[in-house]
């Protein structure tokens, strides 16, 4: 039994990995801003802990995070808002990153994007550009720092049924479910040969637990 808080615990992914991990046998600890939502986190098997993580300083994260085996950081502002998106995906995403060191929780997991880069390519005037760069500079943090990090790069996400299978070696970006992208979360924490490795997919045919297998 593994101890994970994953936030953004109400997105329609995390309820998903929530539910895997609990029927699975973790304790899962799902960080919501909202109360309201307490009562759909806990039908997955999550325990509830409302925090306002735009709010919240490091120290404040580390609380939440200490006692911790791992972080899912699967929080995001949701697009429309670019203030929102640069609080909530750049600079609390950060914080949490330091909050897990400063609590001793190494194992950290990032739900990014296919296409997320510093070189991303979106232009300045498109609706999307402060999250692809909120991203790309939250990715490269993750990556720079002394965590056992994963980030995990759907492509763009579908309220297809899972299949439990994906592609991992696509240089292209499809589509992919949010049911197989709670898999992925969930075969991730088990695996460590995905520690500091950016995995990007899509739907496919092979395997989850195989095709984030590191084979080198």
């Not at 808080?5 to 309820?15: D, E, P, Q």
């Not at 929530?18 to 039908?43: C, M, Q, Y």
């Not at 390519?121 to 056992?148: I, N, T």
């Amino acid at each position: 039994m593994a101890r994970i808080i994953i936030f953004g615990g109400h997105g329609k992914i995390a309820l998903l990995a929530e539910r895997h991990l609990a029927e699975r046998g973790d304790e899962v600890t799902a960080v919501i801003r909202n109360p309201d939502h307490a009562e759909e986190v806990s039908a997955t098997g999550a325990t509830p802990v409302v925090a306002d993580i735009e709010q919240l300083d490091e120290a404040g994260l580390a609380e939440l995070i200490a006692g911790h085996d791992a972080v899912v950081w699967s929080a995001g502002a949701g697009g429309g808002n670019p203030a929102r998106t640069w609080a909530v995906d750049r600079d609390a995403a950060m914080r949490s990153m330091a909050a897990a060191e400063r609590a001793s929780v190494s194992r950290y997991v990032m739900v990014s994007y296919f296409g997320a880069s510093l070189d991303h390519g979106v232009p300045e005037d498109h609706s999307f550009f402060a999250y692809a760069e909120a991203k790309a500079a939250a990715d490269e943090q993750l990556r720079a720092s002394a965590l056992e990090w994963t980030v995990l790069g759907p492509s763009s996400l579908t309220l297809d049924p899972g299949t439990g299978t994906i592609d991992a070696a696509a240089e292209e970006g499809t589509s992919v479910s949010r049911e197989n992208v709670a898999q992925v979360i969930a075969a991730t924490l088990v695996d460590d040969s995905t520690i500091r490795r950016t995995i990007r997919f899509n739907d496919g045919s092979t395997a989850i637990a195989e095709a984030i297998r590191a084979t080198d």
